[in-house]
């Protein structure tokens, strides 16, 4: 290898890693900082299972324990602000579903406004199934068709091949 062909070699990797620095770099810039805890670990501890049974409502399938976006941590915050002030968990909830409706809730109650969202999935399963026995009974029901008699058979025979002759 020339001296030439070496220093070409040596200063792409040069090049290559600092690419790769830079890269890295930028990537733990435009990472979020995790957010400091509450002083109180018990405080803390109750602020999360509070998180944990309240629903992110950017992401809807994640609590905002869970979720990384802005309104969750929003809300954890929220929650922590309002133990740190002496709000029981049953306020905080209160004051959550007030805000936002029984859809924050990850567990929401039996009311007449949820009941669709608890038994819902197993009326449809039910109508399905119902449907399902309805048009099997149906069908069984249907006549078998009768198969064509001979001479039936020798007509449509002859009327192909009067059509295959005018076509010819």
Known sequence: MTAFAWRSAVASAVLAAGVMAGVFAGASVAAKEAQPLAD???LEQRAMNLAQEL???VCQNQTIADSNADLA???RNQIRTMLKQGATDAQVRDYMTARYGDFVLYQPPVK???LLLWFGPALL???GA?????AVRRR???PDE???SADEERRAIELLERQEEGRS
Do not use: E, M
Request: contains cysteine; aromatic residues 0%; charged residues 20%.
């Open 112 to 114: 007449s406004t949820t």
């Open 140 to 142: 069984r029901l249907l």
């Open 125 to 127: 399963l039910g109508g």
């Open 73 to 75: 941590n929003d809300l």
């Open 130 to 134: 119902i449907a399902l026995v309805v």
């Open 55 to 57: 629903r992110c409502l």
């Open 40 to 42: 109180d670990p018990a």
């Open 146 to 148: 009768d198969p064509a």
